[in-house]
């Protein structure tokens, strides 16, 4: 089943302790995205990767880091994570920038 | 500041009535994506539109894209409970890269 998993789905922490949250698709997409969505904001994007090592900034990057090592994986990286954080956050993947996304079931954190 | 605007942000109808939600971009867009997020859940993909002034039908569900690029709407037609959910706008801003901006979404509630 062509799927976007992403872990943990909740997540709660307290400011300034570092954190992970993967991402993985199986639909060998070369376009893989993050977002945070926040009443009346929509949704934002954080970081994007065309393909593996290729990375850059989307509108709201602040406080965040991306990595792509492997097409199939791209995990969002909290250094020091703050309160304004606090967020749910969807990871997606496409073939191409401008084609169809496929989001993951999102995760829902909490920074403390 | 969001550069993609979506009206109204809330819309409460009656079962059977009719809806429609704007999308207005302050540049002009590469094309236009549809999506829906039901209640609780991640965003799920539904049209794409490329050419200047396209219309294209889902059943009930008519999109079109403005002549300037600069505008979409989405209108169902008679709605039922099953549209519930918060419908947003996408696409690649022209001379935005490889990013991908979202609309601030537009939340329908459906009563019977």
């Known amino acids: 089943e062509a799927q976007v998993t992403q872990n943990p789905r909740y997540l709660i922490t307290v400011t300034g302790k570092k954190l992970t949250v993967t991402c993985s698709q199986n639909?060998?997409?070369?376009?893989m995205s993050w977002y945070r969505q926040d009443p009346g904001l929509g949704l934002r994007q954080i970081y994007y990767?065309?393909?593996?090592?290729?990375?850059d900034k989307g509108d709201v990057p602040e406080g965040y880091k991306v990595s792509r090592k492997e097409k199939r994986n791209f995990p969002l990286i909290l250094e020091s994570p703050s309160p304004n954080q606090t967020s749910l956050y969807f990871c997606?993947?496409?073939?191409?920038?401008?084609?169809?996304?496929?989001f993951g079931p999102g995760t829902r954190l909490t920074v403390t | 500041g969001q550069q993609v605007m979506q009206i109204p942000q809330y819309q409460h109808v009656q079962e059977g009535e009719d809806f429609t939600t704007y999308c207005n971009s302050s540049?002009?867009?590469?094309?236009i994506q549809w999506y829906k997020q039901r209640p609780g859940g991640h965003p799920v993909f539904l049209i794409q539109?490329?050419?200047?002034?396209e219309v294209k039908k889902q059943k009930r569900l008519t999109f079109q894209f403005g002549e300037a690029k600069k505008n979409s709407s989405l209108h169902i037609t008679a709605t039922q409970t099953t549209d519930v959910g918060t419908y947003f706008c996408?696409?690649?801003?022209?001379?935005?890269?490889?990013?991908?901006?979202f609309g601030t979404g537009t939340q329908l509630k459906v009563e019977l």
């Open positions: 540049t002009t867009l590469s094309n």
């Open positions: 990767s065309m393909n593996v090592e290729v990375t």
């Open positions: 997606a993947s496409s073939w191409k920038p401008g084609y169809e996304q496929y």
């Open positions: 539109l490329v050419k200047s002034g």
């Open positions: 639909m060998n997409h070369e376009y």
């Open positions: 996408a696409g690649p801003l022209t001379g935005g890269g490889n990013k991908l901006t």
